[in-house]
C-alpha cells in the first residue's frame, strides 16, 4: 500500500494567497483527519470526516480554512486568504473504521510558507 | 475537554542508556485509548502503539515497553539500551470514547541519543 499521500510536499507562497492542500487517504480507510503542527501550539486536530462527510471542524482556526471530501479518495484543505500565521505543517491522516478507535496513519506532511 | 502533558520538553543520554518520556493525560471519559507517535528527523508521524482504558497491561516490544497506570493517569514509555536511530519527537497521544475521533496530542519530547 502507497500509504496516506500528500501534495504538494513543499508549499511557499505570498500573504493573500488562496493555498490549497490535497490529500488521498489509504484505501478503504472510512475516516479522514487533518492536523497542523506549529512549534508553538504543537500537533492541532482542523477536521476529521468519516464516510466523507465532516463529523468536527471545531478545530478549524477561521473562515479562512475550509476542508472538503468529495469522494472517498481525496480530501483538500484550502486557505483563503493565507496569512504568515498559517505557516505551519499539516499533516492529513486516515484510520480504518470510526465505529472503534484503530491507529491513525499519518503522511508525509506538507510544509508551508506564507511570506 | 481532554489533555495530554508531556513535561519534558527535552532529554538528552548517552548511547545504551535507559530512558523514560513521561505522559500525563486529563479526561472525563470513561473509555479512551492513548497512543505513542515517533517523529524522526524526516518528520513523519511513526505509531508505536495503542493501549485502551480497559487495559493496564503493561506492554513490551522489543526494546520498547510502555506503563499504564490509571490510578495517577500516565502512561510512560520506556527504551531500553537507548540507540541513535531513537533520537526523535515522541508525541503521546488521547482519544476519547468509543470511536475513532481525531487524537489531542502532547507537546511531545526531543529525545536525543548520544554516541
Known amino acids: 500500500d502507497a500509504g496516506v499521500i500528500q501534495s504538494p510536499r513543499h508549499e511557499v507562497t505570498e500573504m493573500g494567497q488562496e493555498v490549497t492542500l490535497r490529500c488521498k487517504p489509504i484505501s478503504g480507510h472510512n475516516s479522514l483527519f487533518w492536523y497542523r503542527q506549529t512549534m508553538m501550539r504543537g500537533l492541532e486536530l482542523l477536521i476529521y470526516f468519516n464516510n466523507n462527510v465532516p463529523i468536527d471542524d471545531s478545530g478549524m482556526p477561521e473562515d479562512r480554512f475550509s476542508a472538503k471530501m468529495p469522494n472517498a479518495s481525496f480530501s483538500t484543505l484550502k486557505i483563503q486568504p493565507s496569512e504568515p500565521r498559517d505557516s505551519a505543517v499539516y499533516f492529513c491522516a486516515s484510520s480504518l473504521d470510526r465505529t472503534k478507535p484503530n491507529e491513525q496513519f499519518f503522511g508525509p506532511g506538507t510544509r508551508l510558507t506564507v511570506l | 475537554a481532554q489533555k495530554v502533558t508531556q513535561a519534558q520538553t527535552e532529554i538528552s543520554v548517552v548511547e545504551k542508556e535507559d530512558v523514560t518520556l513521561d505522559c500525563v493525560y486529563e479526561?472525563?471519559?470513561?473509555?479512551?485509548?492513548l497512543f505513542w507517535y515517533k517523529q524522526p528527523p524526516s518528520g513523519e508521524l511513526v505509531f508505536l502503539i495503542r493501549r485502551n482504558s480497559f487495559d493496564e497491561q503493561n506492554e513490551i516490544s522489543g526494546r520498547y515497553s510502555w506503563n499504564f497506570q490509571k490510578s495517577t493517569s500516565s502512561f510512560n514509555f520506556t527504551i531500553t539500551a537507548s540507540q541513535v536511530v531513537d533520537s526523535a519527537v515522541y508525541f503521546c497521544?488521547?482519544?476519547?470514547?468509543?470511536?475513532?475521533?481525531?487524537?489531542?496530542f502532547g507537546k511531545g519530547t526531543h529525545l536525543i541519543i548520544q554516541p
Open positions: 497521544a488521547l482519544e476519547q470514547g468509543g470511536g475513532a475521533d481525531g487524537l489531542t
Open positions: 479526561t472525563r471519559d470513561t473509555t479512551y485509548y
